[in-house]
């Protein structure tokens, strides 16, 4: 009587498993659509808000080094030994800045169009990422 009581509570255990096994998984594929197109977006709009950013970055920069090398040829004429010097030490400071924001430009660039063009690859590979 013990074990027929145990048995009936096992299968009902079993019994209510497998049905919310099942309607979480009707859940998940009625869910994956929606969720596909928020990742699809997201990517898009994280992507090109970045990329904005990061030209902008980059333009800023370069801009910058330009106004302060006119300055100092203003202010010091272009024959003297430190414009040029300075010119040098600008360069070389604002270049690798403005090679790491056009890099990352491109980066960004590269997703926005796999998301636009290649939808399917880009979730693909973003769920493999999530399992790794």
Same mark, same amino acid.
């Given at each position: 009587m013990k074990e027929n009581k145990l048995? $009936? %509570? !096992?299968?009902?255990? !079993?019994t209510d498993i497998t049905s919310t096994a099942g309607d979480a998984k009707a859940f998940i594929l009625s869910e994956l659509? /929606? &969720? +596909?197109?928020? @990742? #699809?977006?997201? =990517? @898009?709009?994280?992507n090109s808000v970045f990329a904005v950013i990061n030209i902008s970055l980059c333009i800023l920069i370069i801009w910058g080094i330009i106004k +302060? &090398?006119?300055?100092?040829?203003?202010? *010091?004429?272009? /024959? %003297?030994?430190?414009?040029? *010097?300075? *010119? *040098?030490? !600008? $360069?070389?400071?604002?270049?690798?800045?403005? #090679?790491?924001? !056009? &890099?990352?430009?491109? &980066?960004?660039?590269?997703?926005?169009i796999k998301v636009s063009i290649a939808p399917k690859l880009y979730l693909i590979e973003y =769920?493999? /990422?999530l399992l790794k």
């Open positions: 048995e $009936t %509570q !096992l299968s009902e255990l !079993l659509p /929606d &969720v +596909a197109r928020e @990742i #699809l977006a997201y =990517a @898009i709009i994280y +302060a &090398v006119k300055l100092m040829v203003k202010k *010091f004429g272009m /024959d %003297q030994p430190m414009v040029y *010097f300075s *010119f *040098f030490i !600008l $360069t070389l400071i604002g270049l690798l800045p403005s #090679l790491v924001c !056009l &890099v990352n430009f491109f &980066v960004n660039i590269e997703i926005i =769920a493999r /990422d």
